[in-house]
DNA sequence: CTGAAAGCGCTAACAA
DNA sequence: TTGTTAGCGCTTTCAG
């Protein structure tokens, strides 16, 4: 308020500021703003007016270095943009909003070296917890992982070796109960259009489940069309046409996600193509920002608020109660037919 | 790798293990680990050795304490479910990428209660500097801001009094020139569709600006429709039925998001309704996500990514320069007429 | 090129 | 109920 002389470089007020402003020890003062044993009524106040006073902010650098504990729960996705993981997050946010604890997201772009980096840079802040999607890591990382002390909720997926607790859902089995209800619908010429990502595992392995559950039908894939990058929308839009050109027999098309099967929903729309009838669709995800489109699409939820949610209350038990040790739970996504599968 | 007797709590590695280990002082480990100063190639090789067997993972705490400098940028949004945000996060990320500065991200719900509380939770850490959406901030969060002593960077919008620089653009002008060029095509009964979130104050201005724009030409709204909560698709389907069956006169509909634009105009195209003969549409962020519907809605490009890369540049730039200075970036939005505006 | 000493701002533990 | 003393693990500074 006074005295900010600008050009003048100001230094932060510490504690002991305070502590001269109120005539009260740096130890009490701590006591009062961290509301921890008993001060009296009459040191409190003095001490919480001249904190407001003075504008003081705690250095929680320095109180983390001192108590040996950090608030913070170190959050690793691969990606923003699309859409499941801003779910996830709002998710353990939610759940943490009232536990003391904070998330702080670090995002990998699919890549597992990144992931890594990212991995290493989150652990040197020496947080609470790490909840971090998929199972997949390089070797360094798992290492960084066990090694790090902490709770570790790897998420999303089931299906592999976990580090300590996990919370997710199986693609493998996703992708099994898809194709059985789609052959049991009756449809046989069947078609996969997904993404082409390296490092995405779990649409891996939604394709690995998808073929297993067609082949005790003895039904194999028709065509397969990948992508990457661009409006996803626009994408299933020129990806079904591709498909539907050079395999005009086709009667299911299984999207890896929503988006693009919307896509490819509106084209077939778009086309006057009788859906389900002539050609049935089903994406991934649950995604609710679809609802509103002409039809509703058969997908599958990957129930990613609930994930999110789950991880973070084992992350903030587990820190409570001091100890480690994995949990497990695994969520069943449920089929969601809409109005692209014809009914069996 | 070895002697990790579960159970037995560990304690994390220090300096003073590699130390150790390598037979090389503390001060020098600290040099080969941060790259500073010249450490003989011998010197520097033994402990790289050392840490990297044992697994030592630096304290960022204790580092940061030291050494006063926190390589943290705290980056404070509404929301993560609103598509908008995402997209600032990642172009916040991609600029900093090769700073050696890390975002971290605190989301506010469109609470400035809740914004005063995540901003203390975070200039606790004393980051290097802070992006924060929006120019309305409590008195307390804005006497936080201007006493932080750090580069601050409002973003998203450039309508009024700002606490150190600016990146963003002026919805009122938004609002305004889409009045323009929809009353240069010819329409006249106008309706205004949107969000009723009370601190949204960004889209309040876009309307201010919408229906200054109009009164230029001498025309009020004919009709409003607010909503909040639920898929935007679903609910731009609602509040468009909604207002064409209240007042059947209207022939253009001005939404304040592409989402429930989106949902307009697949309602509109449902019911036969001659878009853009009959009835305009259109809405506002220039949303990619939405290329590939029936027809693409009129909007306006936000900038949103843009807005995130000038803002991270700013505080990377100054945390360098170790000044602090206002910056003033107006980004200009530009109209995307698409196909829901006839020609003027 | 390497090391020793002195903190960074706070809190745990103990003393009064 | 309040104060004192010692660090937390690292880096700054200065001395070899």
Redesign the interface.
């Known amino acids: 308020m006074s005295g900010n002389n600008p050009g003048e470089?100001?230094r932060?007020l510490t504690l002991r500021d305070v502590s001269e402003a109120s005539g009260v020890s740096e130890m009490t003062v701590s006591r009062v703003l961290r509301n921890r044993g008993d001060v009296s009524e009459g040191t409190r106040d003095r001490v919480l007016e001249a904190a407001k006073r003075l504008?003081y902010?705690?250095?929680?650098?320095?109180g983390?270095?001192a108590s040996q504990r950090?608030n913070l729960v170190a959050v690793i996705i691969p990606s923003?943009?699309n859409l499941v993981f801003?779910?996830v997050?709002?998710g353990i946010?939610a759940e943490l909003e009232e536990t003391g604890l904070?998330p702080?997201?670090?995002?990998t772009n699919y890549s597992a070296e990144r992931e890594e980096l990212v991995l290493?840079?989150m652990?040197?802040?020496?947080p609470s917890g790490v909840i971090i999607a998929g199972l997949e890591h390089t070797a360094a990382a798992r290492?960084?992982l066990e090694?790090a002390?902490i709770p570790i909720v790897e998420i999303m997926d089931v299906d592999g070796p976990v580090v300590d607790s996990v919370v997710g859902i199986s693609h493998k089995r996703a992708g099994l109960e898809m194709a059985r209800a789609i052959v049991k619908a009756g449809y046989s010429r069947i078609a996969f259009l997904g993404t082409k990502m390296p490092d995405d595992h779990r649409a891996r392995k939604r394709l690995e489940g998808f073929e297993a559950g067609l082949a005790e039908a003895g039904i194999e894939l028709v065509d397969r069309e990948f992508y990457s990058g661009g409006?996803?929308?626009?994408?299933?839009?020129e990806m079904t046409e591709a498909v539907l050109s050079r395999s005009p027999e086709v009667d299911f098309l299984y999207y890896s996600n929503d988006?693009i099967g919307a896509?490819g929903l509106?084209y077939c729309l778009?086309k006057g193509i009788d859906v389900p009838g002539r050609i049935g669709l089903a994406g991934f995800n649950g995604v609710?920002?679809?609802?509103?489109?002409?039809r509703r699409l058969a997908t599958m939820d990957a129930c990613r608020r609930e994930i999110g949610r789950r991880a973070a209350a084992i992350i903030s038990g587990h820190s409570e109660a001091g100890l480690i040790g994995g949990e497990r739970v695994e969520l069943t996504p449920v089929l969601q037919p809409g109005d692209t599968i014809r009914p069996a």
Do not use: C, H, T
């Open positions: 470089q100001r932060a504008g902010v705690p250095n929680k650098i320095a983390a270095l950090v923003l943009s801003p779910e997050l709002s946010s904070q702080v997201f670090g995002v290493y840079e652990l040197s802040w020496r290492a960084m090694n002390g409006s996803a929308l626009m994408k299933g839009r988006m896509g509106l778009d609710e920002l679809l609802e509103g489109l002409p």
